[in-house]
Structure formats: C-alpha cells, structure tokens
C-alpha cells in the first residue's frame, strides 16, 4: 500500500532563509503532486512532477522528484511572509488509482 | 478560481441526519474525485467518478455514497451521521480519469453536533 510522509511537518523559518520539504513514498508512483494550503481554503496545485529527475521551479520554490530514491523536495529559497501556508505532497498509486496524501507541512515565516 | 464549485461551503447538522454535497466539475472535465480532511486522518481519498462511472474507491464508509450525474456534476451523500464525520471535503476534477493534474473545489466545511 502506498504511504507518504513529509517531513518536517512543522517549520518555523525567518525571511530571507533557505529551508527544504521531504516528501518519501513507499511504493512505486509515477507521478508527485506539491499543493499549497492556506488556513480554510482550497488546495492550489504547484507541481506535477512525472518523471525521474524532473525539476520544476516558480518563484521561490523548487520541486524535484527522485524516483529511485522514491523522495521528492520542496525547496524554498529566501523565503518571504507570503509562503506562510501549508505544504502537502501526494503521490498517485497507480494500481489502486488514487492520491495519497502526506501529513502536510506547516511553513511559518517570521520577518 | 480553480473553475470547481462546490455547494454549500458550509454545513451545520445534527447526528444521525443525511446531508447532500454538490460539486459542479470544470468545464471539459470527466473525472470528479471527492477527499475528506480531518484533523486526526488528515486528506484521504473517498471516492473517484469518471463520466458517470466509478473509477476508483477509497476510505469511503459504507454509510456515505456518491454519484456522478449525465451532466458530470457529482454528489456525495453523507448519512447516518456521527460527530467523527465532521471535515471539509473537497471536490476535484480532470480531464482524464488518471489524475494527471486535478484541480480543487473550495470545499464544504461539515460540521455534526
């Protein structure tokens, strides 16, 4: 059965810092997900990530997959107030066709 | 706006009662998928429809069943209801029924007391 666990799951960072998400999945997934989520609202789609060493960026944040080591990164880079939110990764398993969330990470950013 | 729209954003209910939610997909799209976000179970995957059939099945308890409508819109009926269901579910959608990229309602807010 496919899992998926990030860590940290809570992060407390200053602006202007550089820090970085894990994401680890337990079976094979040919595809990885990052989402955003601020506090009662939706999930907004950041990355689809579909092959093995595939690097995507916008702004401040980068996403990468590494399908032999079944871990993906979120790095963020100089961080600002505005990426306060919360972070979550899912992987699709393909045989039981379905998305498996992580815990999610919950970003704060401190000027 | 991710072009999904969800009804009602808010729901306040006794247990024991049966609730409806509604999810109208974004234009074009076939598959609609439902999740529940707890607290303690945090975003779990319930139920997948692809232009009207079930595609895929999760956590999804017996009491709670969905369908998917000849105009794709979908619904996902809650009953028998116990305080433990109170989440926000969410509506996806996508074009294709293997979750390519889904794009996400804003979500009903249930709340059983």
């Known amino acids: 059965e496919l899992k998926v666990e990030q860590n940290p799951l809570f992060l407390s960072m200053q602006e202007g810092k550089n820090y970085t998400i894990y994401c680890n999945y337990s079976t094979t997934s040919d595809r990885l997900y990052w989402y955003r989520q601020d506090p009662g609202k939706s999930l907004e789609s950041l990355f689809v990530l579909l092959s093995n060493g595939a690097v995507k960026q916008e702004g401040r944040l980068m996403a990468s997959l590494d399908t032999k080591a079944r871990l993906s990164t979120l790095h963020i880079t100089a961080a600002v107030h505005d990426l306060s939110a919360t972070y979550f990764c899912?992987?699709?398993?393909?045989?039981?066709?379905?998305?498996?969330f992580g815990q999610g990470t919950r970003l704060t950013i401190n000027p | 706006d991710s072009g999904v729209t969800q009804t009602p954003k808010h729901l306040i209910t006794a247990t024991g009662q049966r609730v409806t939610l509604r999810c109208s997909p974004r234009?074009?799209?076939?598959?609609v998928y439902w999740y529940q976000q707890s607290l303690d179970q945090g975003l779990q995957f319930l139920i997948q429809?692809?232009?009207?059939?079930?595609?895929a099945k999760g956590n999804i308890l017996e009491r709670f069943s969905a369908q998917q409508f000849p105009d794709l819109h979908s619904e996902l009926n809650l009953s028998s209801l116990e305080l433990g269901d109170s989440a926000l579910y969410f509506c996806a959608s996508s074009i294709e029924s293997e979750h390519t990229e889904a794009f996400f309602g804003q979500g009903t807010r249930l709340t059983v007391v």
């Open positions: 899912a992987a699709y398993g393909k045989g039981a066709q379905k998305l498996v």
């Open positions: 429809y692809y232009n009207g059939e079930e595609r």
């Open positions: 234009s074009g799209d076939l598959s």
